[in-house]
């Protein structure tokens, strides 16, 4: 089984990694429904982050969001 993540929504406040589990049967490859969670830029969110995510993709998250949280909050709220 391989596994494919994309950082989707990459943002100085947050970032959104979905994984895509891939898996091959005799032949037929087969795609697993897309799993997605969003971490905030915040003192939690990063530790869940580097718990979690692994390099490369950590890596480049921290890079756009620098050394510090740019957020105290824990919740990432939706805009209409």
Known sequence: MTTEITLDLLTADSVTVETINIF???GTVYRMPPHAKAYPNSEAGRAELQAEVSEPYLSAVLT????APATATETITATE
Do not use: L
């Open 24 to 26: 091959e049967n005799d």
């Open 64 to 67: 756009i969001w620098g050394d």
